[in-house]
């Protein structure tokens, strides 16, 4: 009896799980029309392996591992100019407009477009993958709509060493402009605390152990809360140590040229 009654309770939390898996996938591509920035991290780190040694591949394997997870992430939406737009911007020492809102308007473009992005390997401005993955969302020569969720999906495993002074001011910025700012922080070398500060709220904040552990978390990234107009806009205090600087402001000059 007693162990009918562990075999049964091993049961009903395995449904319990495989219930809130199930809810925590959910998206309906068709209904999903977002305007998504995936800004990613092309800085030196990104280069070594989980054991700490530096990887000889080139690309190396984690890089390889991010891209494959910005494709999944496309994977899952409906592209089009009436669905879903998806740009990218990647940051080293500077952030480059990889690809605008429109210039992929097909789900099998975007994703190509993603795998060829080079590895570069370098310093971390993680300020500048924001302001430029803001101008994409906000300007129209990029591609922006009216009335469309806007997301940032910022990817990173390190923090910030390039303007790190302003880079929770440009957070703020983000905030503002009544976008969505999803952190994945990978590896404990992360700064969760300031992870969730760039995050739109602390909930939207994800962290990954590794990243081969990206494959794990895509959907919890991109649920149907990402497709949804946001809430109220939330007013986040900033920790001592990152008390901003003026905020940056967009230029009310025509936007940079893509950098590639």
């Known amino acids: 009896m007693?162990?009918?009654?562990?075999?049964s309770l091993k049961v009903v939390v395995l449904s319990a799980l495989l219930?809130?898996?199930?809810?925590?996938l959910t998206i309906d591509p068709a209904l999903?029309?977002?305007d998504m920035v995936m800004c990613l991290d092309n800085t030196g780190s990104i280069a070594y392996l989980p054991d700490g040694e530096p990887d000889l591949a080139r690309p190396p394997i984690n890089w390889n591992l991010q891209l494959d997870f910005a494709q999944d992430i496309v994977k899952q939406l409906s592209i089009s100019p009436t669905g879903s737009q998806v740009g990218l911007v990647d940051f080293g020492e500077?952030?480059?407009i990889q690809f605008s809102l429109t210039q992929?308007?097909?789900q099998d473009s975007l994703v190509a477009a993603i795998g060829s992005i080079r590895f570069i390997g370098d310093l971390t401005n993680t300020t500048g993958g924001l302001y430029k993955s803001r101008v994409v969302l906000t300007d129209p020569q990029y591609g922006s709509r009216e009335g469309k969720s806007k997301v940032i999906v910022l990817v990173t495993d390190g923090n910030p060493n390039v303007d790190k002074d302003k880079v929770f001011a440009e957070a703020e910025n983000c905030r503002a402009a009544g976008i969505r700012v999803i952190v994945v922080g990978i590896t404990?070398?992360?700064?969760?605390?300031?992870?969730?500060?760039?995050a739109y709220t602390p909930a939207d904040y994800v962290s990954a152990k590794d990243f081969a552990d990206l494959e794990s978390i895509q959907n919890v990234v991109l649920n149907d809360d990402s497709c949804r107009p946001l809430p109220t806009r939330p007013t986040i205090t900033p920790t001592a140590a990152t008390a901003p600087t003026p905020p940056l402001e967009l230029p009310t000059t025509t936007p940079p040229p893509i950098e590639c």
């Open 2 to 7: 007693k162990q009918f009654s562990m075999t």
């Open 19 to 24: 219930c809130y898996v199930t809810a925590e």
């Open 32 to 34: 999903c029309k977002l």
């Open 94 to 96: 500077k952030a480059r």
């Open 104 to 106: 992929h308007p097909t």
């Open 188 to 198: 404990a070398a992360a700064d969760e605390v300031l992870m969730k500060q760039l």
